[in-house]
C-alpha cells in the first residue's frame, strides 16, 4: 500500500521533467532563431525562385555559365519611352534619367550618352584598326585586294558617302568604317538620336533607358523601389502624356514575394480562424485554444529555427506551404481535447494521453516516413519543405506529449459531445456492408473516368506567377529592340583564353549557317567583338600586304601627294585587356573565366527554331556543350517527378509493413486502402478542373497518405468512438481549410497542389471509417 503513493509521486515526477525538457528545447529554438533573424544582415527570408532548384547536372562549368548569365541579366532593369511628339519624347525621357539616378536604387543608369562616351567606343577600336577586318574583308583582301582600291574609289565619288579628308588620311582604305558599322549592327536594332539610343517600330519612335541595381532584385531594399519606381513612371506620364514600359528581374521578383507574402497571410490568418471558431464552437473553453494555438506556434517557431540553422534561410515557398501546416500539427490536439472532452468528469490528463499516444505516434511515424524521403532528392525546395513540414510535425506531437498532461489536468464541463447522435449514426452506416463496399467502390469509379486524361507539365514557370502585364512588356520591348533575354546558349572550353578566341572563331561558320538556314534567329559571341591574336596577326599581315600592293594604285587613282604607308606596328589585343576596358561591359557577361583548369565561354542563342540540331551538334564536340536552365530544370522535374513516385510507393510499403505488424495484413489492407483510394482521387479532381499535372501533385499524395493514414489509425484503435470521429472531423475541417486556401494561389504549382490535397483529404475522411473492426471481431 505505500508504494502507490510513491508511484504516484514518481509519476508526476516523470512527467513535469519531461515538460521541462521539452521547455528548454523551446527556449532553445526561441534564441536560435532570435539570433539568426534579428543579428543578421540579411534578410533571412530567400525569395529567389532559383534557390529552390537543385545544382546544374552537367559540369561546374554549365553551373557557372549560368549562374554568369543570370547575374547579369538579373541585375538589369530596361526602360522603354515612347510618346506623340518628339519634343515630349525626349523630355520624357531625360526626366526618366534624372529621376532614377536621383532614386539612389541604381548603382548606373545609362540615358543620354555624352559625345565623350560615344567616341570612346569607336577610339579604341580606331587605335586598333589595323588588327581587325570584317569576314568580307578578309575574303576580299585575301583574294582581290586591288577590289578595296575600287570600293575607296567609289566611295569618294559618291555623294552619300560621308568620307572626310581627315578619315581618309586616317584611313585611306576605309576598312574601319566598315568594321565599325559591323559592331555597331550587331548591339541592338538602335541608333543614336540626341544622344539617346532610338528604334523604329511600327512607325513609332522609342527611347530606350536602361539601369544597374544597387542590390540583388531578390533583396528587400530593391523590392521595394519597385513602388519608388512606378511613382515616377506615372508622374512622368501626366507630365508628358508618354508610354513608358519596362522589364526587368526586379518586378517578377517584387510580384513573387508580394504574392507569395499575400498567400501567407491569408492561408495563415484564415487557417488559425478556422482552427479559433472551430475550437470555441467545439469545446466553448478558453483553454482549449490556448493548448491549440501553443501546439500550432511551437510547431511553426521550432519549424522555423531548424530550417534557417541548416539552410541559412528559409524560402518563401517554404512558407506558403509552412502556413499550412497549421493545419496539420493541430490534428494531434484535436484528439487530445476531444478525449477530454468526452470524459467531462472522470478525466484523468495521463490516462488520456495514453489512451491516445499509439495513435498519434504511429501518426506521426507514418507522417515521417513521407515526409522524410523528400530529404532524398537533391532538390532543395524539396528538403527543405520536408524538413520543414517534419520539424513542425514533431514539435506539435512533442508539446501534445510533453505538456498538455500538465497543462490540461482540470477537467472540462461535463457535457455530450457536439454532434453526438450524427456522429453515431454515421458509424452505424458503417456497419452495413453496401456502405463499407459501395462508397468505396463509388468513390474509386467516379476517381479513374479523369484519369484516364491525365496531362502531366513538368514547366519549371508553374513556380512562379507569371502577370500578364509584366509579360506583354516584356514582349514589347524584345519586339522593338530585336533582342531577348535568352538563356539557351552554347558552352565553349578551352585551355587558356587565346584557345578560347580561336575555338569561337571556328564555330562563328557555323553559327553563321544556322542563323541564315533558320536554325536561330540570332547569336551573340565574344569572337564577334574581339578576334584572336592569331587572326590580329593574320588581319595586320593582310592590311601591310594591301598598303604594300595597292597604295601607290590608290595614291594614283585619288591624286594624293603622299603615297599612303603602314607605320603602325602590330600591337595584339588580349582578351584580358579587352575585359578590362569599358568597351567591353555590355558583354563582358559572355567570358567565364577559369573553371577546373580551363577557361570558358558562352554563345548566347536566340529564337532556336531547331533545337534537335543545336543539341546533335553540341553532342558531337566535346569541348561544346548546351545549356539552357528552364529545360534542363524541367527535364530534372520529371525525373524527380518518378522518382517521388517511387518513394511514395516506397513509404507506403513500410507504413503497410509497419501496420501489418501491429494489426495483421487484413486490417493493414483497410487502414491503408482510404488513403490510396484517395490519392486517386485528388489527382482525379485535380485533373478533371483541367490543371495539368506535376511533381507538386506528387508531393501533395505524400501529405494524402500521411492524413489520411492518421484518420484510419484513430479509427482502427478505438474502433466506433464518437470522440474519434469528432476529432478526424475538427481536423479534416483544418486542413481542408488550410489546404483549399493553397487553391486560390496565382502560382499554378501551388495552386494545383492545393487541389489535389483538398480533395483528397475529403475522401480520406470520408472513407475513413473503414478502418474500423469491433473489437469481437479483431
Same mark, same amino acid.
Given at each position: 500500500?505505500?508504494?502507490?503513493?510513491?508511484?504516484?509521486?514518481?509519476?508526476?515526477?516523470?512527467?513535469?521533467?519531461?515538460?521541462?525538457?521539452?521547455?528548454?528545447?523551446?527556449?532553445?529554438?526561441?534564441?536560435?532563431?532570435?539570433?539568426?533573424?534579428?543579428?543578421?544582415?540579411?534578410?533571412?527570408?530567400?525569395?529567389?525562385?532559383?534557390?529552390?532548384?537543385?545544382?546544374?547536372?552537367?559540369?561546374?562549368?554549365?553551373?557557372?555559365?549560368?549562374?554568369?548569365?543570370?547575374?547579369?541579366?538579373?541585375?538589369?532593369?530596361?526602360?522603354?519611352?515612347?510618346?506623340?511628339?518628339?519634343?515630349?519624347?525626349?523630355?520624357?525621357?531625360?526626366?526618366?534619367?534624372?529621376?532614377?539616378?536621383?532614386?539612389?536604387?541604381?548603382?548606373?543608369?545609362?540615358?543620354?550618352?555624352?559625345?565623350?562616351?560615344?567616341?570612346?567606343?569607336?577610339?579604341?577600336?580606331?587605335?586598333?584598326?589595323?588588327?581587325?577586318?570584317?569576314?568580307?574583308?578578309?575574303?576580299?583582301?585575301?583574294?582581290?585586294?586591288?577590289?578595296?582600291?575600287?570600293?575607296?574609289?567609289?566611295?569618294?565619288?559618291?555623294?552619300?558617302?560621308?568620307?572626310?579628308?581627315?578619315?581618309?588620311?586616317?584611313? !585611306?582604305?576605309? /576598312?574601319?568604317?566598315?568594321? +565599325? *558599322?559591323?559592331?555597331?549592327? &550587331?548591339? $541592338? =536594332?538602335?541608333? @543614336?538620336?540626341?544622344?539617346?539610343?532610338?528604334?523604329?517600330?511600327?512607325?513609332?519612335?522609342?527611347?530606350?533607358?536602361?539601369?544597374?541595381?544597387?542590390?540583388?532584385?531578390?533583396?528587400?531594399?530593391?523590392?521595394?523601389?519597385?513602388?519608388?519606381?512606378?511613382?515616377?513612371?506615372?508622374?512622368?506620364?501626366?507630365?508628358?502624356?508618354?508610354?513608358?514600359?519596362?522589364?526587368?528581374?526586379?518586378?517578377?521578383?517584387?510580384?513573387?514575394?508580394?504574392?507569395?507574402?499575400?498567400?501567407?497571410?491569408?492561408?495563415?490568418?484564415?487557417?488559425?480562424?478556422?482552427?479559433?471558431?472551430?475550437?470555441?464552437?467545439?469545446?466553448?473553453? !478558453?483553454?482549449? /485554444?490556448?493548448?491549440?494555438? +501553443? *501546439?500550432?506556434?511551437?510547431? &511553426?517557431? $521550432? =519549424?522555423?529555427? @531548424?530550417?534557417?540553422?541548416?539552410?541559412?534561410?528559409?524560402?518563401?515557398?517554404?512558407?506558403?506551404?509552412?502556413?499550412?501546416?497549421?493545419?496539420?500539427?493541430?490534428?494531434?490536439?484535436?484528439?487530445?481535447?476531444?478525449?477530454?472532452?468526452?470524459?467531462?468528469?472522470?478525466?484523468?490528463?495521463?490516462?488520456?494521453?495514453?489512451?491516445?499516444?499509439?495513435?498519434?505516434?504511429?501518426?506521426?511515424?507514418?507522417?515521417?516516413?513521407?515526409?522524410?524521403?523528400?530529404?532524398?532528392?537533391?532538390?532543395?525546395?524539396?528538403?527543405?519543405?520536408?524538413?520543414?513540414?517534419?520539424?513542425?510535425?514533431?514539435?506539435?506531437?512533442?508539446?501534445?506529449?510533453?505538456?498538455?498532461?500538465?497543462?490540461?489536468?482540470?477537467?472540462?464541463?461535463?457535457?455530450?459531445?457536439?454532434?453526438?447522435?450524427?456522429?453515431?449514426?454515421?458509424?452505424?452506416?458503417?456497419?452495413?456492408?453496401?456502405?463499407?463496399?459501395?462508397?468505396?467502390?463509388?468513390?474509386?469509379?467516379?476517381?479513374?473516368?479523369?484519369?484516364?486524361?491525365?496531362?502531366?507539365?513538368?514547366?519549371?514557370?508553374?513556380?512562379?506567377?507569371?502577370?500578364?502585364?509584366?509579360?506583354?512588356?516584356?514582349?514589347?520591348?524584345?519586339?522593338?529592340?530585336?533582342?531577348?533575354?535568352?538563356?539557351?546558349?552554347?558552352?565553349?572550353?578551352?585551355?587558356?583564353?587565346?584557345?578560347?578566341?580561336?575555338?569561337?572563331?571556328?564555330?562563328?561558320?557555323?553559327?553563321?549557317?544556322?542563323?541564315?538556314?533558320?536554325?536561330?534567329?540570332?547569336?551573340?559571341?565574344?569572337?564577334?567583338?574581339?578576334?584572336?591574336?592569331?587572326?590580329?596577326?593574320?588581319?595586320?599581315?593582310?592590311?601591310?600586304?594591301?598598303?604594300?600592293?595597292?597604295?601607290?594604285?590608290?595614291?594614283?587613282?585619288?591624286?594624293?601627294?603622299?603615297?599612303?604607308?603602314?607605320?603602325?606596328?602590330?600591337?595584339?589585343?588580349?582578351?584580358?585587356?579587352?575585359?578590362?576596358?569599358?568597351?567591353?561591359?555590355?558583354?563582358?557577361?559572355?567570358?567565364?573565366?577559369?573553371?577546373?583548369?580551363?577557361?570558358?565561354?558562352?554563345?548566347?542563342?536566340?529564337?532556336?527554331?531547331?533545337?534537335?540540331?543545336?543539341?546533335?551538334?553540341?553532342?558531337?564536340?566535346?569541348?561544346?556543350?548546351?545549356?539552357?536552365?528552364?529545360?534542363?530544370?524541367?527535364?530534372?522535374?520529371?525525373?524527380?517527378?518518378?522518382?517521388?513516385?517511387?518513394?511514395?510507393?516506397?513509404?507506403?510499403?513500410?507504413?503497410?509493413?509497419?501496420?501489418?505488424?501491429?494489426?495483421?495484413?487484413?486490417?493493414?489492407?483497410?487502414?491503408?486502402?482510404?488513403?490510396?483510394?484517395?490519392?486517386?482521387?485528388?489527382?482525379?479532381?485535380?485533373?478533371?478542373?483541367?490543371?495539368?499535372?506535376?511533381?507538386?501533385?506528387?508531393?501533395?499524395?505524400?501529405?494524402?497518405?500521411?492524413?489520411?493514414?492518421?484518420?484510419?489509425?484513430?479509427?482502427?484503435?478505438?474502433?466506433?468512438?464518437?470522440?474519434?470521429?469528432?476529432?478526424?472531423?475538427?481536423?479534416?475541417?483544418?486542413?481542408?481549410?488550410?489546404?483549399?486556401?493553397?487553391?486560390?494561389?496565382?502560382?499554378?504549382?501551388?495552386?494545383?497542389?492545393?487541389?489535389?490535397?483538398?480533395?483528397?483529404?475529403?475522401?480520406?475522411?470520408?472513407?475513413?471509417?473503414?478502418?474500423?473492426?469491433?473489437?469481437?471481431?479483431?
Amino acid at each position: 500500500m505505500l508504494n502507490k503513493p510513491n508511484s504516484a509521486s514518481n509519476r508526476v515526477t516523470i512527467k513535469h521533467k519531461i515538460a521541462l525538457a521539452w521547455l528548454s528545447l523551446v527556449l532553445l529554438f526561441i534564441a536560435l532563431l532570435s539570433n539568426q533573424w534579428l543579428t543578421s544582415p540579411q534578410s533571412p527570408i530567400e525569395t529567389n525562385i532559383l534557390k529552390l532548384l537543385p545544382k546544374n547536372q552537367q559540369s561546374p562549368v554549365a553551373e557557372q555559365a549560368f549562374e554568369t548569365v543570370a547575374n547579369n541579366l538579373s541585375d538589369k532593369v530596361v526602360f522603354m519611352v515612347s510618346a506623340n511628339n518628339q519634343p515630349s519624347l525626349y523630355s520624357a525621357a531625360a526626366q526618366l534619367e534624372r529621376s532614377l539616378v536621383d532614386s539612389g536604387l541604381f548603382s548606373d543608369v545609362v540615358g543620354k550618352i555624352n559625345s565623350e562616351q560615344q567616341n570612346q567606343w569607336a577610339s579604341y577600336y580606331f587605335q586598333h584598326r589595323f588588327q581587325q577586318l570584317t569576314p568580307e574583308q578578309r575574303a576580299r583582301l585575301t583574294t582581290s585586294p586591288q577590289q578595296q582600291t575600287q570600293y575607296v574609289i567609289q566611295s569618294i565619288y559618291n555623294p552619300f558617302s560621308g568620307v572626310t579628308g581627315k578619315e581618309l588620311i586616317s584611313d !585611306p582604305f576605309l /576598312l574601319f568604317r566598315d568594321y +565599325l *558599322s559591323q559592331l555597331t549592327a &550587331l548591339n $541592338s =536594332a538602335f541608333t @543614336i538620336n540626341n544622344g539617346f539610343l532610338s528604334a523604329e517600330y511600327q512607325g513609332q519612335q522609342y527611347l530606350l533607358i536602361s539601369a544597374t541595381l544597387h542590390d540583388s532584385p531578390y533583396s528587400f531594399h530593391a523590392q521595394q523601389g519597385v513602388t519608388t519606381i512606378n511613382d515616377i513612371e506615372q508622374a512622368i506620364r501626366q507630365q508628358y502624356q508618354a508610354d513608358i514600359d519596362h522589364t526587368g528581374v526586379l518586378f517578377y521578383a517584387e510580384f513573387g514575394t508580394q504574392s507569395a507574402k499575400s498567400e501567407i497571410s491569408t492561408i495563415g490568418l484564415f487557417s488559425l480562424l478556422g482552427v479559433v471558431i472551430l475550437i470555441i464552437a467545439v469545446f466553448r473553453s !478558453p483553454v482549449p /485554444l490556448i493548448l491549440a494555438l +501553443l *501546439s500550432i506556434g511551437v510547431g &511553426l517557431l $521550432s =519549424a522555423l529555427a @531548424i530550417t534557417t540553422w541548416l539552410f541559412g534561410t528559409v524560402h518563401l515557398f517554404s512558407l506558403v506551404f509552412g502556413a499550412s501546416l497549421i493545419g496539420v500539427s493541430i490534428d494531434y490536439a484535436f484528439h487530445y481535447l476531444t478525449e477530454r472532452l468526452a470524459a467531462g468528469n472522470q478525466w484523468d490528463s495521463r490516462q488520456g494521453l495514453k489512451h491516445i499516444f499509439a495513435a498519434i505516434t504511429m501518426g506521426l511515424v507514418t507522417s515521417l516516413i513521407g515526409y522524410l524521403g523528400m530529404l532524398i532528392a537533391p532538390f532543395p525546395g524539396l528538403q527543405q519543405l520536408a524538413l520543414f513540414s517534419s520539424v513542425g510535425l514533431i514539435a506539435a506531437y512533442a508539446t501534445v506529449v510533453a505538456w498538455y498532461p500538465v497543462l490540461a489536468v482540470k477537467p472540462s464541463a461535463s457535457r455530450p459531445l457536439p454532434g453526438h447522435t450524427l456522429s453515431q449514426r454515421w458509424l452505424t452506416l458503417w456497419s452495413g456492408k453496401w456502405i463499407k463496399l459501395g462508397l468505396p467502390v463509388l468513390v474509386l469509379g467516379i476517381s479513374l473516368l479523369p484519369l484516364s486524361a491525365l496531362h502531366y507539365d513538368d514547366d519549371i514557370h508553374q513556380l512562379q506567377a507569371m502577370p500578364t502585364e509584366l509579360k506583354q512588356q516584356e514582349q514589347r520591348i524584345a519586339q522593338i529592340s530585336g533582342v531577348t533575354s535568352s538563356q539557351q546558349m552554347l558552352v565553349v572550353t578551352a585551355r587558356d583564353d587565346e584557345a578560347l578566341l580561336q575555338r569561337l572563331e571556328s564555330l562563328s561558320s557555323t553559327l553563321e549557317q544556322w542563323q541564315m538556314s533558320g536554325v536561330v534567329s540570332h547569336y551573340q559571341s565574344l569572337a564577334q567583338y574581339l578576334p584572336s591574336q592569331a587572326t590580329q596577326s593574320d588581319n595586320y599581315q593582310l592590311i601591310a600586304t594591301l598598303y604594300d600592293t595597292q597604295a601607290t594604285a590608290l595614291a594614283s587613282a585619288l591624286k594624293l601627294s603622299n603615297v599612303p604607308s603602314l607605320t603602325q606596328p602590330l600591337a595584339p589585343m588580349t582578351l584580358q585587356d579587352y575585359l578590362a576596358h569599358p568597351v567591353s561591359e555590355p558583354v563582358r557577361f559572355l567570358y567565364i573565366g577559369q573553371v577546373d583548369q580551363q577557361v570558358a565561354a558562352i554563345v548566347v542563342l536566340n529564337g532556336i527554331h531547331q533545337l534537335a540540331s543545336v543539341k546533335a551538334f553540341a553532342q558531337d564536340h566535346s569541348d561544346i556543350s548546351y545549356l539552357n536552365k528552364a529545360e534542363e530544370i524541367s527535364t530534372l522535374f520529371a525525373e524527380y517527378r518518378l522518382k517521388v513516385m517511387e518513394l511514395l510507393l516506397l513509404a507506403v510499403s513500410l507504413i503497410g509493413i509497419l501496420l501489418t505488424k501491429r494489426y495483421g495484413w487484413k486490417h493493414a489492407l483497410l487502414i491503408l486502402l482510404p488513403s490510396v483510394i484517395a490519392c486517386l482521387a485528388g489527382i482525379a479532381t485535380a485533373s478533371a478542373l483541367g490543371s495539368t499535372l506535376n511533381l507538386f501533385n506528387l508531393l501533395a499524395l505524400i501529405l494524402i497518405v500521411g492524413i489520411g493514414i492518421d484518420y484510419t489509425l484513430f479509427f482502427a484503435e478505438k474502433a466506433r468512438s464518437p470522440s474519434t470521429l469528432l476529432a478526424i472531423s475538427l481536423s479534416a475541417m483544418t486542413t481542408l481549410l488550410s489546404f483549399g486556401l493553397l487553391a486560390l494561389s496565382q502560382t499554378h504549382a501551388i495552386h494545383s497542389f492545393g487541389i489535389t490535397v483538398l480533395s483528397g483529404i475529403f475522401v480520406a475522411w470520408l472513407l475513413s471509417p473503414l478502418a474500423i473492426i469491433d473489437q469481437d471481431k479483431k
